[in-house]
């Protein structure tokens, strides 16, 4: 086990819905990074926050857009959604930034239907 | 783009053989490389880590060897066990970067 905590585990919609994922990091840990995981792209990362800022931006489409709240967590909002969005989501944990080990979650499953 | 690539897609190994996976990498400015194990449903968690001021490093019976002027690294498991069957990332990073790039990923099978 991790420490970090992802919920829904899994979770199915339908295409044009919009969807929240969350995440809690390790207790103490400052920075937050969400991941796709799809079997042709691979683990993707989308972006991270620090301390309640964003850091920096990946591969995320303008449809998504996340937030760190003041105690730490994160959501991840999917908009709008496609087919094509069905992967695995991940948030991964760590004390600051770069270099730091990234602990992950056990992900959410997003089915779009 | 992809900035890491990684060999091969699948392998299979026998109880006490050795598994090698390779990995690739195209910017020069990546200087952090660590390895990832993720089993089925869980998510993937750091297996060992090298920076290129060294060509290996060891732990246990993983292994990483790294050739800078190839822009190539590798993982070695020695003694593979059934446990050890699992997908295998490797990434990188640079400093100054929050961001992990990984290869697609390996899938290891260790049969008895």
């Known amino acids: 086990d991790s420490g970090v905590t992802q919920t829904p585990k899994h979770l199915i919609t339908a295409t044009g819905q919009r969807v929240t994922l969350r995440c809690s990091p390790r207790?103490?840990?400052?920075?937050v990074y969400w991941y796709q995981q799809s079997l042709d792209q691979g683990l993707q990362f989308l972006i991270h926050?620090?301390?309640?800022?964003?850091?920096a931006k990946g591969n995320i489409l303008e449809r998504f857009s996340a937030q760190q709240f003041p105690d730490l967590h994160s959501e991840l909002n999917l908009s709008s959604l496609e087919l094509g969005d069905s992967a695995l989501y991940f948030c991964?944990?760590?004390?600051?930034?770069?270099?730091?080990?990234?602990?992950f979650g056990p992900g959410t499953r997003l089915t779009v239907l | 783009q992809q900035q890491v690539k990684q060999s091969p897609q699948s392998l299979i190994v026998q109880k006490g053989g050795i598994s090698i996976i390779n990995c690739a990498y195209e910017?020069?400015?990546?200087?952090?490389f660590p390895w990832y194990q993720q089993f089925p449903g869980k998510g993937p968690a750091l297996l060992i880590a090298?920076?290129?001021?060294?060509s290996e490093k060891k732990e246990g019976r993983f292994t990483i060897s790294f050739n800078k002027s190839a822009k190539q690294f590798s993982l070695h498991i020695m003694d593979s066990q059934p446990g050890d069957s699992a997908t295998y990332f490797c990434?990188?990073?640079?400093?100054?970067?929050?961001?992990?790039?990984f290869g697609k990923g390996t899938k290891l099978s260790v049969i008895p």
């Open positions: 991964a944990s760590s004390p600051g930034s770069s270099y730091n080990e990234q602990f």
């Open positions: 207790s103490g840990d400052l920075s």
């Open positions: 926050y620090y301390n309640g800022e964003e850091r």
């Open positions: 910017n020069t400015a990546f200087d952090y």
């Open positions: 090298i920076r290129p001021d060294v």
């Open positions: 990434a990188a990073t640079r400093a100054g970067s929050y961001q992990l790039t």
